[in-house]
């Protein structure tokens, strides 16, 4: 995200469950990083590029989501450059997603 121009504020915390569960996202579309940009909640190994989509286009919703850890997604990066596909979800209200964008 530093890369992409974005300057997050690292927090270490040992459960990062409550905080999601408060924020609206579902465990089942948690993951190991979380963090709140311009209204929205972004949830797992996210793309800069559909962060920055999500901010141009202001969607009704709570944010996006990468749940899990997909090989090669930012940060899951494999050194031989394999690269699973997986979906970016627009996380809506009431826990209903969307697909937001595809990666792989």
Do not use: N, Q
Not at 28 to 53: N, Q
């Amino acid at each position: 995200m530093r890369r992409a121009g974005y300057a997050p504020k690292v927090v270490v915390v040992e459960d990062i469950s409550p905080i999601g569960a408060r924020l609206g996202v579902p465990f089942e579309l948690s993951s190991c990083h979380l963090t709140t940009v311009g209204g929205y909640v972004v949830v797992g190994h996210v793309p800069p590029t559909d962060v920055a989509r999500l901010l141009k286009e202001r969607p009704k919703a709570l944010g996006i989501t990468v749940p899990g850890m997909p090989a090669g997604s930012p940060g899951m990066e494999m050194p031989d450059g394999r690269r699973e596909k997986y979906e970016t979800l627009l996380l809506l209200p009431g826990g209903r997603t969307r697909t937001f964008a595809r990666h792989g």
